[in-house]
């Protein structure tokens, strides 16, 4: 990664985030829509911090508390600006004014990066890219690639390895409009001058808006150099409907498959398996196919995730055996070598090193000890209707199959419960439970009940 200017130089990252995004057809504000479990604004945010965006500002639509509530928990130290009316992206970028002259030990930004929060697969490294030209000089650094068509795009007017101008589709001319070369939701500018080129801005264009991308011939007329930096275009793929949100999670679970891959974990088929962009998986980690990974997981070393399980918020630990067909859900916490099997759901429960839970089985809001075996069909019973309460099984205990624990409950170390069980009082350690009615053998009965339906059947 193209670190070393980043790290001397300070970095403001302002983000803009205003628009609704009504292409989305949704009521929810288009960069709060998730790619990886994460949503889009967030990940735009975590690169920005990654890059050494030490400065943050988020610039949001009116009213858009919910936006900035999300920005917030992922960069606490994150200002918020307001864009009262959609101006343009230069006016959305002066929403943020305070942050861009914000002095830091007497000296402005060195660096501001201008990101689109609708561009979520920008990588730190392409982020750390326009900053090294920054350091070099430009006074803007622009991200540029080739799409496949580049319709609505603004195109990079080049001459040789200058950047001359960017060239919105409405403005262009027919010659400019040929040109494949094109703006990615990217840029950066030298703090000493963003302002002076920012003021500059005027909105004499086709839509009457406050071009950021004139911030290029701007720049050249006051005698700086600005730099185009040819990246992929996966990097700056926008988001403005839901088959481009679906074609960038694409994108995104291939990334986090192959850097799960190059970490050591066993993806039997890859292209069937879902992550998270927080999934942590350790080495010998086997993920056998369709398996998905909602958001807060992590799995330890040598740990074994079989087929067509999903899990959420939830710890495996080293060497456990999950599924097939396992849900584990938030708050389940396996301990070492725990095997949890087919039809198994874990919510809000610890299970402890060497437990067993192999099938059809409801673990919620419990702790299962150390070496205990849940049997097929146990329940804990966690719900009254309106509060949920805890059941604790001891270490080593064996819950016998098709068992009802109503909790609150709590089955001592090592004690057996009886298949069929209801049990709502607690249990010594090492006692046996049984609540059943008592098995009643009625010799011959079945051949005297056949004999008789027989004779009936003759006689009709
Ligand atoms: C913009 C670029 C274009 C580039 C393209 C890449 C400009 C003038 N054009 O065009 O060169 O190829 O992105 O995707 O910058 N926004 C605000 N407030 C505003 C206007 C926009 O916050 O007043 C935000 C939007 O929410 C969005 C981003 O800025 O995140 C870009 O706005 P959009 O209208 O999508 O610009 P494009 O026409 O796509
Ligand atoms: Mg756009």
């Known amino acids: 990664m193209n670190r070393p200017t980043g790290l001397k130089r300070s970095c403001l990252a302002i983000v803009l985030a205003a628009g609704e995004g009504t292409r989305m057809c949704s009521s929810r504000p288009k960069v709060l829509h998730a790619i990886g479990g994460r949503t889009l604004i967030a990940h735009v945010l975590t690169a920005a911090v990654q890059a050494g965006g030490a400065g943050i500002a988020v610039v949001v639509g009116p009213g858009r508390e919910d936006v900035a509530a999300e920005a917030r ?21 002066l929403s943020a004014r305070p942050a861009i002259a914000q002095k830091t030990d007497g000296k402005l930004a060195d660096d501001i990066l201008v990101m689109f929060a609708d561009t979520p697969l920008v990588r730190p490294e392409t982020l750390s890219q326009l900053r090294a030209a920054l350091a070099e000089g430009a006074a803007v650094a622009v991200l540029g690639f080739t799409p496949k068509d580049a319709a ?22 027919a010659d ?19 302002l002076a080129i920012l003021d500059k801005i005027g909105n004499a264009n086709a839509k009457g808006e406050y071009y950021l991308t004139d911030a290029v011939a701007i720049s050249r007329e006051m005698g700086l150099k600005a730099v185009a930096i040819d990246t992929a275009e996966d990097d700056v793929r926008g988001i403005n409907t839901k088959a481009q949100l679906a074609e960038a999670e694409a994108v995104l679970q291939s990334r986090l498959r192959a850097q799960a891959m190059d970490a050591g974990v066993t993806l039997v088929a890859p292209e069937t398996v879902f992550l998270s ?82 099938h059809l089985a ?32 001891g270490k080593g205990a064996f819950i016998g199959t098709n068992s009802s624990l109503v909790a609150p409950v709590k089955i001592g170390d090592g004690a057996y ?32 009940f056949r004999a008789a339906k027989a004779a009936g059947k003759k006689k009709s």
């Open 73 to 93: 928990k992922l960069a606490p130290q994150a200002q918020i600006f307001e864009q009262s009316e959609r101006l343009g992206t230069a006016h959305a970028v």
């Open 152 to 173: 609505g795009y603004g195109r990079l007017v080049m001459n040789g390895n200058d950047l001359v101008a960017i060239r919105e589709e409405k403005d262009a001319t």
């Open 176 to 194: 400019e409009r040929a040109i494949g070369f094109s703006k990615g939701g990217l840029m950066a500018l030298s703090g000493q001058q963003a």
């Open 277 to 358: 962009s927080d999934t942590r998986l350790g080495k010998d980690v086997t993920i056998e196919p369709n398996v998905v990974f909602g958001p807060g997981v992590t799995v330890e070393d040598g740990a074994t995730i079989r087929a067509f399980s999903h899990l959420e918020g939830a710890h495996v630990g080293r060497g456990a055996r999950v599924g097939p067909f396992a849900r584990l859900r938030p708050g389940a916490r396996l301990g070492a070598d725990v095997h949890i099997g087919n039809f198994v759901e874990v919510k809000a429960s610890t299970i402890e090193a060497g437990a067993k839970a192999n």
């Open 362 to 393: 409801y673990i919620g809001d419990a702790r299962v000890g150390e070496g205990a075996n849940i049997g097929a069909g146990t329940i804990t019973c966690n719900y009254d209707g309106v509060d949920k309460h805890h059941t604790d099984i």
């Open 417 to 448: 419960i009886g298949s069929g069980s209801v049990v709502t009082e607690d249990v010594p350690a090492d006692a046996l439970a049984i609540e059943r009615s008592e098995q009643v053998i009625k010799e011959g009965w079945a051949a005297r």
